[in-house]
């Protein structure tokens, strides 16, 4: 499509500083006035704009107005243009509406599209929004309207003047994990930056556009900025490409390894059967008829709004996903990995991408709706991305599918449930190209038998979620799956041989039930000693938890073998709601986690916002260092609006039975936890409920430190080590570059556990661990002889650990976590684990 110039459009003679219109009337006459003063329009075009406010809504949202003539009264236009009146002290537009900037349109369709264009990417920054309606510079309005960034797929293919080439050595060559890197050091340079393969280059602060390059290992790039201290931001940059390669290496290692790993067992049908081999993504034995999913042929429907309309939904839509993409990014990363919320991240990057939005304004100003707008314009740039015949691109195609599944879902709620929606009542193995988080996360259990996917690696997100949920799966059937598989035919699917047999005879499927019944039967033993308690040879007993957070996750946890719940990362109910949940939304939800637990301890963490866990909707202030700023406890503490309804809610649900615990994030001081217990105590009274034990989490060093101090004033200590580690050895725990080194069996932080346990002892207080190392065999071990007598971890690391306890002696643990202490590195540590 063809866009015109927008430097043609504005000049310093359409823009009208320091307005004050009386009215909306006044200011489209002014406006208009500009307009005709440069021989952009008739003077009788003031008339058609007020009449287009007789019939729409020009109110763009966010302070901005965009009034225009009638289609009919196109003929007074003689030059396309736009006129900025700039109100600062703003001008009702319509009630309830402020409009500080007026913007004119005096355009033909082609002009239109630039402006929107252009406003739709200022509508996304508010702070340079904020600064244009109330600069006393015209030119910084002119820039902002015209300094149009360079369309990425058409850049000039010269490099700028400071410059340095790179042979990309990722061996999965740039995928959007290591883009999203190069995107923010780029706009963290705040330089231009082109990056150029042949004649082909990208804006690097693009992640689409880069992605766009499809740069495979062994490709050289020119990589070249220009700006402000351009040779410094370089380097910057360069350091940033080139310290990703280390890592990148070892992912594709690991990712090797986990594909060449030979299933140990796996299922032969006695008869020669047609079959699709795949890769083995998640073990177990589905036997059933094929269901295929459509594709992305998804009915959206068309309802034309006005752009007013749309803008605003699609503005509200694709903040709400962000949030909600963060917030998922959080709650992965703590369940799964960093590595693993990597991807959420990397689709809210996709999301921010101004082409995708600008083709989506450009298609509702040609008059379609905004969800069928949004639908058509991710469906193309995902056919652009899927088409450069990279396998990795293809998967990004599908990362960007998904993230546009989220924003659509919210612009036409009718179609919120996806193609998975129509599922066929009989349980069936699931054939899809390829299917989103969001999809393996929210599928009908009772009506998916398996999953045999046609794209994917045994490292994808539908193989890491599918053993998640022990579901069958194969993934990369490739287009043997694609073209064979078709709705209602009679398959096995063994997930441990990423084998899908068809149309299996009688004889195959009896075969493959007595082969299902053996998987079930050996599933059966492990899980009755997943129930068994985590007793040492010399009968000394770890109490195993789950780190759960909703009630609906309290069963499959309990079915791993968790004795209760150690961990309840309540700021989820507020991070996944998008709104602060009330006292009685919160009381319902502790009482349904209480009930679910059927009478097994529960321990509620009290709120833990800041850091990386930032919940927009609460508007708290910025911090430079939010790990080191108002997190935990100190927000608590700050925020009696916050911390009252949730004790309140905590108390009501505990009057009603059941064995809750309050647990404090982030303590620094024993003033902050006498504080804490006197407002609990209060609390309490007030609504003559039990008294219930009050623990708090050692996650800052100086608590660990002073831990013999701050156990008196606590039941029960439950180290976070995710934290501690952090803050013990200045490591960002979501910096990817220091994931490796930021171990939390380092032996700086085995000391501090060792002090907290000493300084609980003191007290005859209980020391718990509900960081990360918990789930760790290994760390497991080394925390009991630490003198840890509870461990909190994801579900599905409970049985691995319970058998690492039951292994041992008490005195070998013992012994062993003296030896750790005298270790100087983690990997002394770590060497201690013997091979088994
Ligand atoms: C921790 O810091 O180890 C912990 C369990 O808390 P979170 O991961 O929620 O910060
Ligand atoms: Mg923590």
New binding site residues.
């Given amino acids: 499509m063809s866009t015109m110039p927008s430097d043609h459009l504005l000049g310093l003679e359409l823009v009208r500083l320091h307005a004050a219109p009386a009215s909306k009337a006044e200011a489209i006459a002014q406006a208009c006035q500009l307009l005709v003063a440069a021989g952009c329009v008739a003077p009788d075009f003031a008339a058609s704009m007020q009449r287009r406010e007789a019939v729409a809504n020009t109110f763009l949202g966010h302070g901005v107005a965009i009034p225009h003539g009638l289609g009919e009264d196109k003929g007074l236009i003689r030059k396309d243009g736009i006129a900025v009146l700039q109100v600062p002290g703003g001008l009702e537009w319509n009630p309830g509406q402020q409009a500080r900037l007026v913007v004119a349109i005096a355009a033909k369709n082609d002009a239109h599209i630039t402006i929107l264009r252009r406003l739709t990417r200022l509508i996304q920054n508010e702070s340079a929004l904020e600064a244009l309606f109330t600069t006393h510079d015209a030119g910084e309005i002119v820039h902002a309207f015209t300094a149009d960034g360079p369309r990425p797929a058409a850049v000039a293919a010269n490099d700028f003047n400071h410059a340095f080439t790179w042979v990309v050595d990722y061996p999965a060559g740039l995928h959007a994990r290591p883009a999203s890197a190069w995107v923010d050091a780029a706009r963290a340079a705040d330089l231009a930056v082109r990056v150029r393969h042949g004649l082909e280059a990208a804006d690097a602060r693009n992640l689409v556009a880069l992605l766009q390059l499809g740069l495979k290992a062994g490709d050289e790039i020119t990589v070249s900025a220009e700006g402000n201290d351009a040779e410094a931001g370089l380097a910057r940059l360069k350091s940033v490409i080139t310290g990703l390669s280390a890592q990148e290496k070892l992912d594709a290692e690991r990712a090797a390894a986990k594909a060449q790993a030979v299933p140990a067992r796996g299922f032969t049908p006695p008869g020669a059967l047609p079959l699709i081999a795949g890769l083995a993504a998640s073990p177990g034995l589905a036997i059933g008829p094929l269901h295929v999913l459509a594709g992305e042929a998804l009915d959206v429907p068309d309802r034309p709004v006005s752009l007013t309309e749309g803008g605003n939904a699609l503005h509200e839509a694709l903040s709400q996903t962000r949030q909600q993409l963060a917030a998922l990014a959080d709650d992965t990363a703590?369940r799964l990995g960093a590595q693993d919320a990597a991807i959420f991240k990397a689709q809210a990057e996709l999301l921010n991408d101004s082409d995708l939005i600008t083709l989506t304004c450009q298609l509702m100003v040609e008059g379609h709706g905004v969800a069928y707008a949004w639908h058509e314009a991710v469906t193309r740039m995902a056919a652009r991305l899927g088409a450069l015949g990279n396998q990795v691109l293809a998967a990004r195609a599908a990362d960007l599918r998904d993230a546009g599944q989220r924003v659509l879902s919210r612009l036409e709620p009718s179609i919120a449930t996806g193609s998975l929606g129509d599922l066929p009542d009989q349980p069936c193995i699931l054939v899809a190209a390829d299917l989103s988080p969001s999809d393996t996360a929210g599928l009908d259990m009772a009506r998916v038998l398996g999953l045999a996917m046609i794209q994917g690696g045994p490292t994808s997100h539908t193989a890491i979620l599918a053993r998640t949920l022990g579901l069958p799966a194969l993934v990369a059937g490739g287009e043997a799956l694609s073209a064979e598989a078709v709705s209602g035919t009679m398959a096995i699917l063994d997930g441990a041989s990423g084998r899908l047999y068809l149309n299996p005879t009688a004889a195959d499927i009896e075969a493959a039930r007595a082969f299902a019944a053996e998987l079930a039967a050996k599933r059966e033993a492990e899980a009755a000693l997943r129930a068994r308690p985590a007793t040492t040879t010399d009968d000394v007993r770890i109490e195993v938890a789950a780190?759960v957070n909703r009630p609906d996750q309290v069963a499959m946890a309990l079915t791993e073998g968790a004795e209760g719940v150690g961990?309840m990362?309540t700021?989820f109910l507020f991070l996944e709601a998008g709104a602060t949940p009330t006292e009685d939304e919160q009381f319902a939800t502790y009482r349904a986690m209480i009930e679910a637990l059927e009478g097994r301890p529960l321990i509620i963490?009290a709120l833990?916002i800041g850091?990386?866990?930032q919940v927009a909707h609460l508007h708290l202030p910025r911090e430079e260092n939010p790990f080191l700023g108002v997190r935990?406890a100190r927000l608590l503490l700050r925020r009696p609006d916050l911390l009252l309804p949730q004790l309140r809610a905590i108390y009501r649900a505990a009057k009603q039975g059941g064995e809750v615990n309050i647990m404090f994030?982030?303590v620094t001081s024993a003033a902050e936890i006498i504080r804490l217990r006197e407002i609990c105590e209060q609390v309490r009274a007030g609504l003559d409920a039990p008294r219930l034990p009050i623990g708090i989490?050692i996650?800052v060093p100086a608590a660990a430190v002073m831990a013999d101090a701050l156990a008196e004033h606590c039941d029960f200590f439950?180290?976070?080590?995710?934290?501690?580690?952090?803050y013990a050895l200045a490591m960002d725990?979501q910096n990817p570059d220091l994931a490796a080194e930021a171990d939390s069996l380092h032996p700086a932080v085995l000391r501090l556990i060792a002090q907290t346990v000493q300084g609980a002892r003191a007290h005859g207080r209980w020391v718990g661990?509900?960081?990360?190392i918990a789930g760790d065999a290994f760390g497991a071990a080394l925390l009991a002889g630490l003198g840890v007598s509870e461990l909190s971890m994801t579900p599905r690391d409970i049985p691995a650990v319970k058998a690492r306890l039951r292994r041992e002696s008490f005195a070998d643990l013992q012994a062993l976590a003296a030896r750790a202490l005298a270790c100087i590195s983690a990997a002394d540590v770590r060497a201690l684990e013997e091979p088994r």
């Fill in positions: 703590r780190n961990l990362r700021e963490r833990d850091g990386d866990k935990g994030p982030m989490m996650e439950s180290i976070g080590t995710n934290d501690l580690t952090q725990r661990v509900c960081g990360g």
